[in-house]
Structures are given as structure tokens and as C-alpha cells.
């Protein structure tokens, strides 16, 4: 062998050990990745916990203070990498927005909205789950709100893990009416509050599945399958934009401002209906100009359905921080009121430093852990589209607003997944009808049920598993606080 051919051989050595060695680092750093979101919501907890000492350092009960402060952290995180999937797992799972696009814009409106219109006054006994009165101990009220805190956080948090998105409020009142019942017994429940959070678990999904259906139904009716696709797109796009602009006015102004300024639902219709008006007016040019020049099909459509899309996801998400931020720190604002009061009220002032805490909490538990859930509610369920995910979101604020009419317990998460499943059955139930009218007018013998089965357009698998999750999350939660409450009662004593 030549010394040339040696020296060639040597190298080829040198680049395979290379490449093992770069292949290994990779290995390394994709296992080491998940640990270091788990690291960084252990600093944002500790430092929460370092907040309230400083704070309440020295003064009478400021461990219970400190505790509460890092539960509260630890719920916050556990909200956002669940919760605000439901907002933008659609966008996300339509291709409208990318996942790192999507986390940026949640991160922010989410904090925006928790930050300046999130409720400065909370319900410490959660919408009268349990009776004040079987609270007369202070040193029980605040093990319970403790009890609950936690309780709810690591049901969600497991929820998260298996990739089930579940309603972080009906695991704060699980959380409540355990401790409740360990506390003081059974009696201290009220149950027709339960009876009405129950029936919301077949309302809030119902809703949001029956409104999507009939917002594809109508795109499908009066844009897709119309020969001039672009023509009927000009007419109804605007309307469309109208319709969602003035809905989600209405919603933010029932539900988003509240902190600003007390609003009726009358004069949020109006404000909506005056909001639409001049979007419809504002929109119809523009969709106008980008119409021009496109392909008469589908693929074109799309085009036209991105960015009202991403901007109803942007509102979505505003509205969540201003509404949910409360589930994660309400019970830490009632631990804080209860022990520098010295007992407990109906409601109390959330102070800015545990709002602070929630926004964040939710900011960054939505960037460490919200991916997998947003991949799973956008794109696992059922496929989607701009224009389906758009139908989603529009859903999700008009099922609200009906809701708050109507006086229903709903649930924001139920909602948007229950229309993300409505999208997928009615696509199903239309690919079957166009089957058959085909066939029938074709004279061919029909599509076996085997291969029909094949062809679902929903995932039974991840169906069965999230309406499973949502049946069980009060219980659990109950189930779990009354556990943690009996243990914090104990070492208490």
C-alpha cells in the first residue's frame, strides 16, 4: 500500500470518528433540551418565592406567603403550556402562523392581556363552590386555597404530559370542592353550582362544534364550491372579517375589559356591531387588491384567510391572559388577603406583584412547554386549514358570548377544541355524502366500511383521550386536594 493510500485511510477514519463524535453531541443535546425548560421553571418558581420574601419577609405567616407565591408560579407555567395551546394550535396547525411566530405573539398578548385587563377583583371561594361560612378558621381557609392551588397544577400538568388539553378553571373549582369536603364535609358543597359546571362539559364543546360546522358549511357553500371561486371570495371575505371583528369587539369588551371599565352586554352588541361595520367597510378593498392575479382554486383561497387568522389567534389570547390569569393567581391573592386580614372575604384586590406572577408564569410555560400542545390541538385532531382554523376561532369568541347571554358555566378550552373536532366530523360526514352522491350518480358499487373506516378524518385515539380527560378533571382534582389538604392539615398540627 502507497503512502498516499495510507494517509487517505487515516483521514476517512478521522472523519467517521468525527461524525460519531457530532452525532453524539446531538444525542446529547436533545435529551438534555427537556431539562433545561424543567431548570428554567424551577428559577422562575424559586424567584417567585424569593419575590414574596422580600415582600413579606419578617412579618407573621410569610412562609404559608412564600409557599403560596411559588405554587401560584408553578400554576401560572402549567396554565400556559396548556391552556394557550387552544388559541394557537389552529393558526399553527393551518400553516398561518409558524410555531416560533405563534409562541411570541401568545407570550405577549397573553401577558398584555393579564397585565392590563385581567381582573384586579377575584372570587376567593371560587363562584361559590364551597359555603364561606364552613370556613370560619382562617388557618383552614388558607390550607385549603394551598391545597387547591397545588392540587389543580399538578392535574394540569399531567394533562399536558399525555397531551390532553383540559379546562384549568374546572381544575381550580376540582380544587376547591376537595378541599371544601375534606375541610368540612360534604355539606359545605354547593352542588347545583357543580350540576352547572358539569353540563358544561357537553355544552362548551357542543357549542363551539355546531357554530365551526356551520362557519365551514357556509365557506364551503358560498366560496369553495362556486365556479369563480375568487369572484364569491371578494363578496364573502370582508363579510367574513366583519362578522369576526365585531364578534371579537363584543367579546373583549364583555370579557377582556373589565378591569378598565364595566360594560353590559347591549352596549358590547353595539360596540361590535359598529366595529364590524367598519371592518367589513375597510376589508372589502383590500381583499379586492389581493385577489388580483389569483388562480382560481383552493390553494388561492387560503391566501385570503391568513392573516384575519392570525389576528383573531392575537385576540384569542388577550382575552385568555385577562380572564385566566385569575385561575392562577386568585387563590394566591386569597392566601395573601386571608393572612395579612386575618381572615377571608368574598372577594379581594389581586395586588400587582401576584399579577405580575401569573402573566409571567403563563409567558413562560407556554414557550418551555406549549409546543406539544399546540402541535396537537392544530394538527393531530383533524387536518386544518386557514380557513378551517379560521371557522375555530370565530367559534370560540361567538360560543362566549352566547354563553355569558345565556348565563351558562362555559369552558374557553372545551370550546376551541370542540370546534376544532366539529371542523373534522363535519368534513367527515360531507366527504361521506359526496361518496354517496357519486356513487349514485355513477352507478358504482359503494366504498367498503373497512376502507370508509380508514378514511376518518378525526383521530378516534386522541378523541377518546381528551373527552376522557375533561370527564375526569373535577374529580381528580378534588380527589387530590382533599389528599394534599389532609397532609398540609396534619403537619400543620
Partial sequence: MS?????????????????????????????????????VALAFIIVAGLLAAFLFGGQPGSAVVIAAAA???????????????????????????????AIVIA???????????????????????IDPAAMADT????????????SSALWVNLATWIGAPVSTTHAVVGGVMGAGIA????????????????????????????????????????IIYKDDKIAAARVWVPVLIGIMMGTFATYLAIKGLKKIVHIDLLTALLIGLAVGALSYVGSAPLIRRQSQGLENRNKSLKALFGLPLVISAALLSFAHGANDVANAVGPLAAIVHANAEGGFAGSVNIPHWVMVIGALGISFGLILFGPKLIRMVGSQITKLNPMRAYCVALSAAITVILAS??????SSTHI?????????????????????????SKKITRIAAEERHRRKLVRRSHFMTIVAAWIITVPAAATMSAVVFWFLAHLAN
Fill in 107 to 129: 407570550a405577549l398578548f397573553e401577558s398584555a392581556g393579564a397585565l392590563l385587563a385581567g381582573g384586579d377583583v377575584v372570587s376567593t371561594i371560587s363562584k361559590g363552590i
Fill in 139 to 150: 388557618r383552614i381557609f388558607i390550607w385549603a386555597m394551598m391545597a387547591a392551588l397545588l
Fill in 71 to 101: 405554587l401560584g408560579a408553578y400554576m401560572a407555567i402549567n396554565i400556559g403550556a396548556n391552556d394557550v395551546a387552544n388559541n394557537m394550535g389552529p393558526a399553527v396547525g393551518a400553516n398561518a402562523l409558524t410555531m416560533g411566530g
Fill in 416 to 440: 376551541a377544541v370542540g370546534g376544532v373536532f366539529g371542523v373534522g366530523f363535519f368534513r367527515e360526514w360531507y366527504h361521506e355524502k359526496r361518496l354517496d352522491e357519486t356513487a349514485r
Fill in 3 to 39: 503512502e498516499t493510500e495510507d494517509h487517505g485511510k487515516q483521514w476517512n477514519t478521522l472523519d467517521k470518528d468525527l461524525n460519531r463524535i457530532t452525532q453524539f453531541e446531538s444525542a446529547t443535546f436533545h435529551i438534555a433540551r427537556p431539562m433545561v425548560g424543567l431548570g
Fill in 183 to 222: 375541610a368540612a364535609g360534604f355539606g359545605t358543597v354547593n352542588w347545583g353550582s357543580i350540576g352547572a359546571i358539569a353540563a358544561s362539559w357537553v355544552i362548551s364543546p357542543l357549542l363551539g362544534g355546531v357554530i365551526a360546522a356551520g362557519f365551514l358549511w357556509f365557506i364551503k357553500a358560498r
Fill in 405 to 410: 347571554w345565556l348565563g351558562l358555566p362555559v
